[in-house]
């Protein structure tokens, strides 16, 4: 029976002993490695390719914007901080293809943890996320990013909302892919929800 005891209790010992050693063969390993030192922000760190980061409002072909304001993006975020307000599109000053558009679009990137669940929530796909991450500000304002800092530039083709939509189309042809640039001779309306004043045209002189 003494011998079963003894050998019990060394058996008890031995992983006891064994675990410290076993930790300290990690540390040893480690200390002959080359150690990995990146030179940032001298030399930018290239992201995957579906990294989460800075998101972006993007437009349709023809410089519309694809946001519709329905606020399914600030419902889904866990973090609460996206916040949307929506307006009526009319004939007069038009932003998107559809009835609405998004007038207020903010992300609060001091609340933001760039899980991506607005981008899922977006029915139109006018959310998406970029690789840019260099996101650290000194001031929680400038934190707070707004429509005009998310909406995407205009690329070759397009003309900058608000304008009227492309002639014999509807809000369907553009989410089928059938627009794929403004229409010859588009022009850009007055935006006046935003303070702009129609230029007034020069009076004439009668002789």
């Given at each position: 029976m003494a011998d079963e005891t003894n050998s019990g209790q060394q058996k008890d010992t031995e992983p006891g002993f064994q675990n410290p050693v076993a930790g300290f063969g990690?540390?040893?390993?480690?200390?002959?490695?080359k150690r990995l030192t990146e030179q940032y922000p001298e030399q930018p760190k290239t992201t995957a390719p579906r990294f989460h980061g800075r998101h972006q409002l993007n437009r349709h072909p023809d410089g519309l914007e694809k946001c519709i304001g329905c606020e399914?993006?600030?419902?889904?975020?866990?973090?609460?901080?996206?916040?949307?307000?929506?307006?009526?599109n009319t004939e007069e000053e038009?932003?998107?293809?559809?009835?609405?558009?998004?007038?207020?679009?903010?992300?609060?990137?001091?609340?933001?943890?760039?899980?991506?669940?607005?981008?899922?929530?977006?029915?139109?796909?006018?959310?998406?996320?970029?690789?840019?991450?260099?996101?650290a500000d000194s001031s929680r304002a400038n934190l707070i990013y707004t429509k005009e800092q998310l909406l995407s530039g205009l690329d070759e083709g397009m003309v900058d909302s608000p304008h009227s939509i492309f002639p014999g189309t509807d809000e369907q042809d553009y989410y089928r892919g059938?627009?794929?640039?403004?229409a010859p001779g588009t022009e850009r309306q007055v935006a006046?929800?935003?303070?702009?004043?129609?230029?007034?045209?020069?009076?004439g002189v009668d002789v």
């Amino acid at each position: 029976m003494a011998d079963e005891t003894n050998s019990g209790q060394q058996k008890d010992t031995e992983p006891g002993f064994q675990n410290p050693v076993a930790g300290f063969g990690v540390t040893f390993k480690a200390m002959f490695k080359k150690r990995l030192t990146e030179q940032y922000p001298e030399q930018p760190k290239t992201t995957a390719p579906r990294f989460h980061g800075r998101h972006q409002l993007n437009r349709h072909p023809d410089g519309l914007e694809k946001c519709i304001g329905c606020e399914l993006c600030a419902w889904a975020c866990p973090a609460d901080a996206i916040y949307v307000e929506g307006a009526d599109n009319t004939e007069e000053e038009r932003y998107s293809p559809g009835e609405r558009y998004g007038r207020v679009y903010q992300i609060n990137y001091a609340r933001c943890i760039l899980c991506g669940l607005c981008i899922e929530a977006c029915p139109t796909r006018a959310l998406t996320m970029t690789n840019e991450f260099e996101l650290a500000d000194s001031s929680r304002a400038n934190l707070i990013y707004t429509k005009e800092q998310l909406l995407s530039g205009l690329d070759e083709g397009m003309v900058d909302s608000p304008h009227s939509i492309f002639p014999g189309t509807d809000e369907q042809d553009y989410y089928r892919g059938l627009v794929t640039e403004a229409a010859p001779g588009t022009e850009r309306q007055v935006a006046v929800s935003k303070g702009e004043k129609p230029s007034e045209d020069a009076e004439g002189v009668d002789v």
